[in-house]
């Protein structure tokens, strides 16, 4: 395995590449790095889910994974199905690269979330070009999945009485309403709505509604 390691901290941009035919893999490594692209190869399907099963962190780093999909043992369409049951989201998108019999195959996985395909052989200028925009996707993926996390460890603050209360104030509801559908005091009311503005670090209702917009946890089932 070739690799140009970059630790992870640095959120530098790197290119997965899995390939097994080392023509193919010098020339898109030389192609990704006249771009300014760092690029770690991978000359099988095993030694590149060996890094995925060893770093935890390699898929909180903007990336794209280029992935053949003809290798010996394990297939470029076994080891993206493994990263779909692993992080159904692929933070780290996939562009395949397919022989013309592969097609069929690329075109299914695009269905299971492949970013694109690529038949060989490719305009190399077009590749990179997507590959760019699979790192641009990977940041807002990546970020999405950030800002989820950190809710879910805002939501796990709160008592059960504070998250009804949250519902309710995300349905608009006013202190007095919230009293009587809870059956509880306007002044224990106030004490929950300050409870959760704190634990959720927000400063109002509408701060508490912008929390959770795109980041696919519904509020209100929280």
């Not at 019999?101 to 077009?126: H, S």
Request: glycine share 6%.
């Amino acid at each position: 395995m070739k690799t140009n390691p970059q630790r992870s901290s640095t959120q530098k941009p790197v290119v997965y590449l899995v390939d097994d035919e080392p023509v193919v893999a010098d020339a898109l490594a030389f192609l990704l790095g006249s771009r300014g692209l760092a690029c770690e190869h991978f000359d099988s399907g095993e030694a590149f889910w060996a890094l995925v099963s060893a770093r935890s962190d390699w898929a909180t780093r903007p990336g794209c994974v280029l992935l053949d999909v003809r290798m010996r043992n394990m297939s470029g369409i076994e080891v993206f199905e493994r990263l779909v049951r692993r992080n159904p989201g692929l933070p780290v998108p996939v562009i395949f690269l397919t022989g013309h019999g592969d097609i069929p195959m690329a075109v299914e996985a695009l269905k299971r979330g492949a970013f694109d395909f690529f038949e060989k052989p490719f305009a190399d200028n077009r590749l990179v070009d997507r590959v760019e925009q699979a790192i641009d996707e990977s940041r807002r993926r990546i970020k999405a999945e950030q800002s989820t996390a950190d809710l879910t460890t805002r939501l796990a603050r709160l008592s059960t009485r504070e998250r009804e209360v949250m519902r309710l104030i995300l349905a608009g509801k006013l202190n007095k309403l919230i009293a009587a559908d809870l059956g509880i005091s306007m002044r224990t009311v106030e004490v929950h709505r300050a409870n959760v503005f704190s634990k959720m670090a927000v400063r109002n209702g509408v701060d508490l509604a912008r929390l959770f917009e795109g980041t696919g946890l519904p509020a209100e089932e929280s």
